[in-house]
């Protein structure tokens, strides 16, 4: 996605295009490049008579597991002029009733068997396409069954109801109401200019708010008869079935759908090519830091078909990465031209392409910026790149084949799904990984710098550009460039003298020398756990889960007692920035930039963590490339790297990119809240950085403070899980983690005694231009820790989630999404904490206030209803059986047994504590929390609503 779209991502999805170039093969290559790419023989294609088409593959990853998904060639674009915005609310309003499921009861079907709104159960609208996301849990009978219904149902039998059509439209402007602000008001200016002369302009999948207002019911039920048939529909069935009940029960459920007697055509929109030299200069107030895009025109792409075009995809993948590293590289120097700068090939245009770049230039210099990205450009299109750069790209690219085809047999369904939509919808080819493997094997070797070099021929020689900047609204005495200066700007860098990129050798070994290593000093099992634990010689600590989850990922997690908290105030910021200092410096011989390039081809990471009460590393690797991560581990311990101009650079970036940070809205919400809610404590949490912050940050203090805490690995617990044995990885352990330096030294978290208010307090802070609200609540209090009132309490959360969209979603029609998320904490003092999050128009936000409480309320009087306590532990042992069998999940609790000292067998056996939960136990962890003294209520409103306030309460308009 190019940067320039980010105001509209939560709309749009990513239109994943397969493109093909010309090209110049080496005359060594294996493969044929006119030769078909085939079809993965293990995924079935059919289509119905009716002309719906299906895609059928058996995967047992997870088990008892099917992901089902409904796809539709027909999108936004697809829309008339009265519909704008309808084909997103077709897709709403497949959950509002069909012949089959009244209102909602699709929803709660599906919790019912485990399938969470939202998180698992969901679907989204794009320009082109609609796709409807449907995973089922098979271990009881008839679960699948009811699922193909569903699926059908959306096909051809949403009723669309006249009061459910007038019920749904608070809510999708609720949807629209999240994205409003400085960014979309912005991109509304700039989006008809960027797609000129083409229906996409007109067309954005959220739609306009008028119309959803105002629309009469047969206009969307125009929509759904137009569009939903069956010859522009494909079904998608993978996961743990037979081939052949599937396809069964997809011709049972589609065969008997029919299109209409005079189907409307399925025509595709056209984007011409620019016709002039195009350049604007947009602002808000609100808007808090400058951005700058240059957009090629677009051109028109056939889907991928031949090895030829396979390896034209190839080259151009690496022709953006290269131009990527480059552009990256300058956000390195001291005096960075801009925060962040990118090039990319895609477009939101169905067979469509366009290269583009983007750049985000903070509170900078908009010409800098733009210089600097023209001329990185313009560098790559004389001189190309190096011989050492392409061989480093194909390493790369090699190293991830490599991990892919390793773990092709433990690939999860949902994977396998998003292939087959891509290729039903855009002929995206789906030759299976063998195949690519085969195919990146005989291919990338033989890739040459000319090839790679020739990509910047598709717009060489465009000369017809769009070109525009965002930003804030220039202060008294600043002048920002007119759309001609950077027209200007542009053709003066291409015009310029510029010089050939300049190779640097950077060390061959991340180690100049090698540790002396200690030796493992004591060995047990642990069989419940299924680990092996390790003691060091230097008294570090080990655990060892070998799986067979993946069969090429091995992940590492270290930590101990400790953290930021151990420092006073005079050291806040040193502390707080001390990890992303030396990350961004680099460790041993290397720079981030020299780092990146000495680990081509190798797949391995590490990064060290430092949070208020704990610090450690966390890493992964492939299987080849374990010893690297143990070097990356061992560097990151011993020997961070100082780097003055580096750190400057830092330095003057988030300057750059927090100096107007007051001017964002809901940046001023949360930062005026977090201080109400500390009282004005100097150690709170930084919850909205500040570029002052920054100015506070003293290089060689953060630096002792870094090597304080890791440079003494004393009391460190590490764990590894994943693909290894455990003889192949002890000696790396030994080598690596038993050198480590360690005193003996006990570290310890600190409690800084920083608290929440007490009492109930409520602020309103009115703040920004859109009529947006939010609400904010936050129950906290001290009170003893057990890892069951904690699950209580988190399950008190879910039952209020589902209460909350059925409620203050589906009936008040106040909000789009919201939630609640509680739990308790042992560290650094025994407490709980429960949040509210309720995203609302200002109208409702007193409405929205008395339905949460009253539900509040109710919890504590009645407890839930069993109903609702079954749909959450249902979907809880649903998520259980899948995370169980991920390293992630494994690395996670195993860490938190060794360091919070949980029990166990609550994480071997949490389906035994799920399925123990009582109404009563929800009911008693709502009485500790919802019943607590403590209750702080923060609101945004807008800041010219009226003279009303919500509730009472100080009230302040922040910063």
Not at 739 to 756: C, H, I, W
């Amino acid at each position: 996605m190019n940067k320039p779209f980010k105001a509209i991502a939560q709309w749009l999805l990513i239109l994943v295009v397969t493109i093909t170039a010309g090209h110049t093969f080496a005359q060594n290559s294996p493969l044929d490049p006119t030769a078909k790419i085939p079809v993965d023989p293990k995924v079935k294609i059919g289509k119905l008579d009716n002309g719906l088409t299906f895609y059928i593959r058996q995967n047992k990853k997870p088990e008892q597991k099917v992901e089902l998904r409904l796809v539709l060639n027909a999108g936004a674009i697809n829309e008339d002029d009265d519909q704008q915005g309808l084909a997103h609310m077709a897709e709403h309003m497949a959950f509002n009733g069909t012949t089959h499921f009244k209102k909602n009861d699709i929803v709660s079907f599906l919790q019912n068997i485990g399938v969470g709104f939202g998180n698992d159960l969901n679907a989204y609208t794009s320009f082109d396409e609609t796709v409807y996301i449907l995973p089922i849990p098979i271990d009881k009978p008839g679960n699948l069954e009811k699922g193909f219904q569903v699926l059908e149902d959306w096909a051809h039998n949403v009723t669309y109801l006249d009061d459910d059509i007038q019920n749904e439209k608070p809510i999708i402007l609720e949807e629209s109401r999240l994205g409003k602000g400085a960014n979309d008001r912005m991109f509304k200016k700039i989006y008809p200019q960027l797609f000129a002369g083409s229906k996409y302009a007109k067309r954005l999948p959220i739609g306009i708010d008028s119309i959803i207002k105002n629309f009469k019911p047969d206009v969307i039920r125009r929509f759904y008869k137009d569009w939903y048939r069956p010859n522009l529909m494909a079904v998608i069935v993978v996961g743990d079935i037979e081939p052949a009940k599937a396809e069964a029960l997809v011709r049972k459920h589609f065969a008997g759908l029919t299109n209409p007697a005079n189907p409307r055509p399925r025509e595709y929109a056209n984007v011409p090519a620019y016709a002039s030299n195009e350049a604007m200069v947009v602002t808000d107030k609100e808007a808090t830091s400058y951005t700058v895009s240059i957009n090629y025109p677009a051109f028109k792409e056939s889907p991928s078909s031949t090895v030829g075009d396979y390896r034209n995809y190839l080259v151009k993948q690496m022709f953006v990465s290269l131009t990527n590293q480059r552009l990256q590289e300058l956000t390195q120097k001291e005096n960075p031209p801009f925060l962040f700068g990118s090039v990319s090939f895609g477009s939101y245009a169905r067979g469509y392409d366009a290269f583009g770049a983007f750049a985000a230039a903070g509170t900078g210099d908009v010409n800098k910026a733009l210089s600097a990205v023209v001329e990185e450009i313009e560098r790559v299109k004389r001189f190309g790149f190096t011989a050492a750069e392409l061989e480093r790209a194909k390493k790369s690219m090699l190293a991830n084949y490599d991990r892919m085809y390793n773990n092709r047999d433990k690939t999860e369904s949902d994977n396998y799904v998003e292939e087959y939509v891509n290729n039903f919808l855009q002929q995206e080819p789906i030759p299976g990984m063998d195949k690519e493997y085969e195919y990146a094997k005989g291919l990338v070797p033989g890739i040459s710098l000319e090839e790679v070099n020739a990509v910047s021929k598709k717009f060489k020689d465009d000369k017809n550009r769009f070109v525009y900047v965002t930003g804030p609204e220039p202060k008294a005495g600043e002048k920002l460039p007119e759309g001609k200066d950077l027209l200007a700007a542009i053709e003066a860098k291409e015009k310029a003298d510029i010089k050939p990129y300049e190779e640097k050798a950077v060390a061959a070994t991340l180690i100049s020398k090698e540790p002396a290593a200690g030796k493992v000093v004591a060995k047990t099992k642990n069989a419940a756990l299924g680990t092996t634990e390790l003691k060091l010689s230097n008294g570090i600590t080990v655990t060892l889960k070998s799986t067979d989850f993946k069969n090429d990922q091995i992940l590492m997690g270290a930590t101990r007692q400790g953290g930021k908290n151990s420092y006073g105030l005079s050291d806040k910021f040193n502390a707080e920035y001390a990890v992303p200092l030396v990350s961004t410096m680099g460790v041993g011989e290397f720079s981030p930039t020299d780092l990146r390039k000495a680990l081509a081809g190798k797949t391995a990471s590490v990064n060290p963590t430092f949070s208020a009460i704990s610090e450690g590393v966390r890493g992964n690797s492939s299987v080849k490339d374990l010893e690297t991560m143990f070097q990356l581990t061992y560097l990151y311990f011993t020997a961070p790297r100082k780097d003055t101009a580096l750190f400057r650079s830092w330095q003057q970036r988030n300057k750059s990119q927090f100096a107007n940070i007051s001017a964002n809205p809901q940046a001023v919400f949360f930062d005026t809240l977090n201080k109400t809610m500390y009282n004005n404590n100097p150690l709170a949490p930084v919850m909205v950085p500040n570029s002052s912050y920054f100015d506070q940050v003293n290089l060689d203090r953060a630096l002792d403070i870094y090597k304080e805490r890791f440079g003494d690995a004393s009391g460190m617990s590490f764990t590894f899980v994943g693909s290894f044995k455990d003889e192949e990885i002890i000696p790396y352990i030994e080598k690596y983690i038993a050198s480590l330096p360690a005193t003996g030294k006990k570290f310890a978290f600190v409690d800084n005694k920083v608290r929440p208010v007490t009492g109930n307090k409520q602020l309103t802070v009115n703040k920004g231009k859109e009529e947006k609200s939010m609400i904010l609540a936050f129950y906290s209090g001290e009170v003893p820790y057990t890892e069951d009132m904690d699950l209580k309490a988190q399950a008190m959360s879910e039952v209020l989630n589902i209460r909350i969209i059925e409620e203050l979603r589906e009936k008040v029609q106040g909000i789009y999404g919201g939630g609640t998320n509680g739990g308790l904490e042992k560290y650094p003092y025994t407490s709980y904490s429960f949040v509210l999050q309720l995203p609302c128009g200002p109208e409702k936000v007193d409405t929205l206030l008395k339905a949460v409480k009253k539900e509040f309320v109710d919890i504590v009087a009645k407890g839930p209803d069993t109903s609702y306590l079954n749909k959450v532990k249902i979907q809880w042992l649903e998520q259980n059986k899948v995370k169980m069998k991920e390293n992630g999940t494994w690395l996670e609790g195993l860490m938190s047994i060794k360091f919070k000292g949980d029990d166990p067998d609550r994480f071997l056996h949490a389906e035994k504590y799920i399925n123990k939960l009582t109404p009563k136990d929800v009911q008693q962890a709502a009485k500790l929390i919802l019943d607590g003294k403590n209750q702080f209520y923060a609101i945004q409103m807008p800041e010219n609503y009226g003279n009303k306030t919500p509730g009472s309460g100080e009230q302040k308009k922040g910063f």
